[in-house]
Structures are given as structure tokens and as C-alpha cells.
């Protein structure tokens, strides 16, 4: 039996549910749970997290391998982030070790060293001067690095292993020069500055909060955008860094811009330390390091930084806790909203959920008494809600979806100075393009999907797998030059409106027109300076953005909204409507609000124009109640993808036999809503019932259904919670 303090377990990177023990071997320290360590896994070796320090393993001690390195003296996940990875894990029903690696930043889990320092080297004078082809006869390796060297100027960490290995050497020979830079992502802080006086509902708000601080309270915070909300976060979390604790802020993707950061940085007077997609590796790391040291007081961040560390903790804050973005969607599919109600109450404190529309979660946590409500009426400096109207499509002349009357509204709004936001569900020129003759209709080769046409782009394009095609001159089912582009997108609206709305400027805003890095930011800043004139936008529009010009806001079809197939469908489209509604109306003037639909007379769209979100949302979740879906009870779902689609259907009828239990209600296996994406054949189960329930359920049979025989010939995975149902 080997000593029990020469043993760690280990979780490592893979889709396996079980942690790898190792011998320590004697010399290397004894690792701190939490802490890296790079271990050989297979034929390769692998960094992995410390998780605990085994007694006893089940492998005889003869087989176990001994550590390689140990990468941190100190934990790399600290207790509070360990014990929320292991909740998840747990949760999810997913490996830790691909959870633990979701807390880390990418340079983190291949090893790299957590200090922020790093190391660079360049040549010297007498490096660059060497004659490479000598060199190369007689030590290639060095050839290599110095050539590297003088195409690219100079090397950082992490250096590859083989090149790594030479530095030394060629230090000595004083041919390389190293470097150390301190990193310090995180600007000195300033003195805060002080914000406007708070409205009423503001300070009751602020107050409520910050009497929590010190112990788990959660509130919803609801108010449209532009009501007050960020200043509400502000002063929340001006008074916990007063009290010497930090602030964790979560965002969603889109609306985490320069300008939040900077009022941030700017209000608090705080140290901000980042985690976001936009930032490099080496910058991500960076940023970590000082959330993890405490040189950052505020951590503001999109989902994942939910797990970051912020020593000190003192307040949560999710901001537009409603957006789906807050859900990953493959792989560890985890709620960065739900995790951080975890946290929040892990570690006692108070967490602040904020939304113009809330997610029916939310507000049924509010009935149940899990959550305070606190609201902020409307628009800072706004007297009057908008107007809300409903415009039939039907009726009129329709030209690129836009009716004659929304474009007659458009002109008067445009007139008396205002701006004008319009929202559409597609990006794109045109959904799809038909034939006129034949009614053959352009899909993508491998989904069960229509292909978008991108005529800008001058070609055709799955929105689903990112498959590209060019676009065809005929038909290619019966020759004919009759092919048109059918429906509306973004692009065709704004050609079409350019052409109508002459010197007007119209700019878009969608996932095409802000690839760039930086362009989603130019058309907003252009936006709310007041030059562009017109916004045609999808659901990015939809997410927080300030724009406090904007008079007149619409919604060009509300329809797929309507008769979605998924159960949120009408929640989204309720949520969407609010949001691009609540953008409209500043100062005396009302703002008008345009809804254009087919259906008229539909209750959901009747209600909530007339009564707004709030009585929708209990028609709705009323509806949810009764027919027994989330949040009343909740949903598991397992998804299973093969090349074959019988072998999909074939491993989810047998999981279904495995889970089949009193107080759950199994519906499928069915092939999904979209059966066949990126040339797989996909399929799935629904479990319905109450969460302890399916966790019980969970923790007995998972493990049988994943063994299954038959789910060596598809690929199944389980979604806890899913808020998307394909
Ligand atoms: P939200 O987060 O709900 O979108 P913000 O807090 O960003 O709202 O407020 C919208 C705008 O109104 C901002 O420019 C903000 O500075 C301003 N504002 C917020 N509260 C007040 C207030 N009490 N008095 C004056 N201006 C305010
Ligand atoms: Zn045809
Ligand atoms: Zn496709």
C-alpha cells in the first residue's frame, strides 16, 4: 500500500467521470488539492488538477505512475471555485475534469506557469549574426529557434518543449537576450467619481441590497434598459468594496462593450480585472492572475466567469439574467446564471439578477419567495412607455417586410430628428432561395436546412454547420433561370430601405456585419452619436444596448415567434418584443413601438401590447403549469448523434428502458427538430419531473445508459436544464 501521503488523485481533461490516481514521487512536493500537475495519460502527458490525496486506490501501486511536475505551489482552484466545479459536476452530470477546466484559462490547462510574469527572448547582435547554414549542419534545433527569431523579433512563454530545452544554451553563448514583463492587465485605480443622484426606486433598490451584504440574499432587479439598472449595480458595489470585499460581474457576450468597462473602471474607482472571449490567451491569463491575487477589485465577465476566482467575494451581479448566452450549449452545458445562485449562497452573499424580462425561472423563484423583486419603473429622464401597435402583414403593400404604414412612420420619426430601430430574426440577404418553376429550394447538403442567401458575400451559406456553397445561376432540379430570393434578411431590408429612404444612414448590426473585431462597437458608437439614422439589427439588438435617440422601434415579424417549436418560443418572442420596445420614447415625446405579424388578433401579441410583459408572462406560465413544463418542473434531455440514424434512435430506446421511473415522464426518443445537422443523424429524450427527482434518477442510472453497449455507436450527451430543445 503505498504511503498515504505519496498520493494524489487527479481529474485531467477528459470526457471520463472519474479522477486518475498518481504516486508523488520523493522530492517533488506534496501537492495542495487544487493545484496542476502534469501527469503521463496514455501516450501522452496531460495537465491535470490535484483533488484529493487518496488513502487507498483501486489501482495495485505497481501500476500507478508517478507525477511529473508539479505546476503550482499554491492552489490553482481555490476551495470556493473547487466546491462550485464540484457542485456542477455534479449537477450537469459532467466529468470534473472538464469542469475544473472551464475555471481555467486555456494557457492554465496546458501548463503554463500562473504568474503573470513573462518571459520573452530576442537576439543579440551576435545571434543574428550567425551563419545559419553552418549551424544548421551541425545543431539544427538551434538553427530553427534562431531563424524563428529573426522572422518574428522575439519569443514568449510558453515556448514549444523542444525549443524550450536550447533557451539555455544559447543564453550562455549570450546569443539570446530574456526578457521578464511584468503583465498588469489591470489599470491603477482612480479616484471614483460620483454618479448621478439616484432616482427614488434607485435608492430603494440600493438599499435593499446593500443591507444583504454579509449573508446569501437574491434579488431580481427589473427594469427596462436605460432605467437605471447599471447604476443600481454601481452604487450596490461601491458600498461592498467599501466594506473590503470584491464584486463578481456577469454579462452577457454581446453587451460586455468598452464603454460598460470603462463606467465601471471609471465609477468605482476600481481595479477591473476581465474574462471574455475578445481577450488573447496570454491576456486571459493575465486578467485571471489578478482576480486570483486580489489585485483586481471588480471581475466582470461573460459566462465562464462564473468560476473565476475572486478572493473576498461580497456580491454577485448578472446582468439581462433572461439571455440565452448565459447557458452553454455543447459540452459542459452549464447555467452561468443558476451557478451563480449557487455561489452566491456557498458564500454567502448577496447576488443581484437584473432584467427588463425576467426569465419565467426568475419570476417563479420571486413567487416562491427565493428571490426579492425590486423594480425600476421605466427610462432615467422618459415621462411616457411607448405605444405599442400591432401592423397587419397581410394588409397593404409589403416591400423587403417593411408595410407601407411602418415605412410611412419611419419617415415622420426620421423628420423630427429621431432614430429608428428595426429588428428582424434573420441575418442574411434572403432565407432561402426557391425556384419559381419548380419550387426546388437551395438546403444544405448536410442539415435538414434551408440555406441563407448572402448575396454581399456573393454566396450561399448554413447558418447550422457554417457550410459554404456558391450561389446557382439555374435551377439545378429543372434548369430554369427562375431561382428567387424568398423572405427577408437583414441585408435585403437595408438594400431595400437605402434605395426607399435615400441619404438616410442605415447601418446593420448582426453576426455578419460584426465579424471584425471592433465593428460591433463603430456602429454603436455611430448610433448613439446620432449618425446613423436607422439600426436594422437581429437579437443583438434585442440585448441591452443604450441608445437614447432611438423614437421609434419595430419589430418586423413576429411571427416565427409565435408558432415556434420550442416550449420558450412565445417567452422569447415576449422578451425580444419588450426589449426592442423598451429602446424607444426619450424625454416628453412618447416613443412608438411597431409590431408587424399575420396574425393580429393572436392573444400573446393582443396581451402584450395592450398590458405588457409582465401579464403575458402569467398567461404564460399559467399555461406552463398546467401542462407540467419548466420552471413547474424540470427537464433533462438526452441527445444522442450517430452517422447512422437508426443507431441514434436505437441507443435512446434503451437509456429509456434504463430511466424509466415513478414521477418521471420520458417523452421520445424522436429524431430532433432539425434530424440531421453537419451530416449527423440527431435524436432525443425528454425527462419531465421535479428536480430531485431527475437528480435521483440520475445519480442511479446515468452511469448504466452511458455503459450501454449501443452508445459506443452514437455520440449521447445530457443536457440538464436545456433551454433549447433540438
Ligand atoms: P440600465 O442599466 O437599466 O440600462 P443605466 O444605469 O445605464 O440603465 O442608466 C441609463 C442612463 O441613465 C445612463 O446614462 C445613466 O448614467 C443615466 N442615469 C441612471 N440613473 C440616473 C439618475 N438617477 N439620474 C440621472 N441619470 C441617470
Ligand atoms: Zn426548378
Ligand atoms: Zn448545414
Not at 397593404?396 to 423628420?415: F, K, N, P, Q, Y
Not at 413547474?632 to 430506446?653: M, P, T
Request: glycine share 8%; aromatic share 4%; proline share 6%.
Amino acid at each position: 500500500m503505498p504511503d498515504m501521503r505519496r498520493m494524489v488523485r487527479v481529474a485531467l481533461d477528459v470526457p471520463l467521470r472519474h479522477g486518475f490516481d498518481y504516486l508523488v514521487p520523493d522530492g517533488m512536493g506534496v501537492p495542495v488539492i487544487g493545484s496542476r500537475v502534469r501527469v503521463p495519460f496514455g501516450r501522452r502527458n496531460a495537465v491535470g488538477v490535484v483533488i484529493a490525496r487518496p488513502k487507498t486506490s483501486e489501482v495495485p501501486e505497481a501500476r500507478l505512475k508517478p507525477v511529473r511536475e508539479l505546476l503550482d505551489s499554491q492552489a490553482a482552484i481555490g476551495p470556493e471555485v473547487m466546491k462550485l466545479c464540484r457542485f456542477a459536476a455534479q449537477y450537469y452530470h459532467h466529468p470534473l475534469g472538464e469542469v475544473l477546466s472551464t475555471a481555467m484559462p486555456l494557457k492554465l490547462r496546458q501548463g503554463a506557469a500562473p504568474d503573470a510574469l513573462v518571459r520573452s527572448w530576442h537576439l543579440t547582435r551576435e545571434g543574428a549574426e550567425q551563419d545559419l547554414d553552418a549551424l544548421k549542419r551541425r545543431a539544427p534545433r538551434q538553427a530553427e529557434l534562431i531563424r524563428l527569431l529573426l522572422a518574428t523579433g522575439e519569443v514568449s512563454e510558453p515556448l514549444p518543449a523542444r525549443l524550450k530545452r536550447l533557451v539555455p544554451t544559447l543564453e550562455k553563448r549570450a546569443w539570446l537576450l530574456c526578457e521578464q514583463r511584468v503583465v498588469t492587465p489591470v489599470p491603477p485605480a482612480q479616484a471614483a467619481s460620483p454618479g448621478p443622484e439616484l432616482s427614488r426606486e434607485q435608492a430603494t433598490a440600493v438599499r435593499t441590497i446593500t443591507s444583504a451584504l454579509g449573508r446569501f440574499a437574491g434579488f431580481l432587479l427589473r427594469g427596462v434598459t436605460g432605467s437605471g439598472k447599471t447604476e443600481v449595480y454601481l452604487q450596490s458595489a461601491r458600498a461592498c468594496l467599501a466594506a473590503g470585499r470584491r464584486v463578481l460581474i456577469l454579462v452577457p457576450e454581446i453587451s460586455l462593450t468598452p464603454q460598460l468597462v470603462e463606467r465601471v473602471r471609471t465609477r468605482l474607482g476600481a481595479r477591473v480585472a476581465l474574462s471574455h472571449s475578445g481577450l488573447t490567451d496570454s491576456e486571459r491569463l493575465a486578467h485571471w492572475r489578478s482576480a486570483k491575487d486580489g489585485a483586481a477589485d471588480v471581475v466582470l465577465g461573460t459566462r465562464s466567469a462564473v468560476f473565476a476566482p475572486v478572493p473576498d467575494l461580497g456580491l454577485i451581479i448578472v446582468d439581462e439574467e433572461h439571455d440565452a448566452s448565459f447557458k452553454q450549449q455543447d459540452g459542459f452545458r452549464y447555467s452561468a446564471r443558476d451557478m451563480a445562485l449557487v455561489r452566491a449562497r456557498d458564500e454567502a452573499v448577496p447576488i443581484v439578477l437584473g432584467s427588463a424580462t425576467p426569465s419565467f425561472e426568475a419570476l417563479h423563484q420571486v413567487e416562491e419567495s427565493r428571490l426579492d423583486a425590486l423594480r425600476l419603473p421605466r427610462r432615467v429622464g422618459v415621462a411616457k412607455p411607448p405605444s405599442a401597435r400591432l401592423v397587419d402583414l397581410r394588409q397593404g403593400r409589403l416591400e423587403a417586410g417593411v408595410t407601407t404604414i411602418l415605412l410611412d412612420r419611419m419617415r415622420s420619426h426620421l423628420i423630427a430628428g429621431g432614430q429608428v430601430l428595426l429588428f428582424i430574426n434573420r441575418r442574411g440577404f434572403a432565407p432561402c432561395l426557391l425556384c419559381e418553376s419548380c419550387g426546388w429550394r437551395a438546403e444544405c447538403s448536410r442539415c435538414d436546412a434551408a440555406l441563407t442567401l448572402h448575396r454581399s458575400a456573393g454566396r450561399m451559406h448554413c447558418h447550422h454547420c457554417d457550410h459554404r456553397a456558391s450561389i446557382p445561376l439555374q435551377c439545378p432540379e429543372c434548369d430554369a433561370h427562375t431561382l428567387a430570393a424568398v423572405g427577408q434578411g437583414t441585408q435585403r431590408i437595408e438594400e431595400t430601405l437605402t434605395r426607399r429612404l435615400p441619404g438616410v444612414a442605415i447601418a446593420r448590426l448582426d453576426r455578419d456585419s460584426t465579424r471584425s473585431r471592433g465593428s460591433l462597437e463603430r456602429t454603436l458608437d455611430s448610433a448613439r452619436r446620432g449618425e446613423t439614422k436607422v439600426l436594422i439589427g437581429t437579437q443583438m439588438l434585442a440585448k441591452g444596448h443604450h441608445l437614447p435617440g432611438v423614437t421609434l422601434a419595430a419589430v418586423l415579424d413576429a411571427d416565427q415567434g409565435l408558432f415556434g417549436l420550442d416550449f420558450r418560443a412565445q417567452e422569447r418572442l415576449a422578451q425580444i418584443i419588450t426589449q426592442v420596445a423598451g429602446r424607444s420614447g426619450r424625454g416628453e415625446q412618447a416613443g412608438e413601438v411597431i409590431v408587424q405579424t399575420r396574425f393580429p388578433d393572436h392573444p400573446t401579441l393582443r396581451r402584450l401590447i395592450t398590458e405588457g410583459y409582465d401579464a403575458v408572462a402569467a398567461d404564460l406560465m399559467e399555461v406552463r403549469r398546467s401542462d407540467g413544463w419548466p420552471p413547474f418542473e424540470r427537464l433533462v434531455l438526452f441527445r444522442a448523434e450517430a452517422s447512422d440514424a437508426k443507431d441514434a434512435l436505437a441507443v435512446l430506446r434503451l437509456a429509456r428502458a434504463e430511466l424509466e421511473s415513478a414521477g418521471i415522464e420520458i417523452l421520445g426518443p424522436a429524431p430532433a427538430p432539425m434530424a440531421r445537422r453537419a451530416g449527423r443523424h440527431r435524436a432525443q429524450l425528454l425527462l419531465i419531473g421535479s428536480r430531485g427527482r431527475l437528480q435521483t434518477l440520475l445519480r442511479s442510472r446515468l452511469e448504466a445508459v452511458l455503459s450501454l453497449p449501443a452508445a459506443q455507436r452514437a455520440r449521447l450527451s445530457i443536457d440538464v436544464d436545456p433551454i433549447e430543445l433540438f
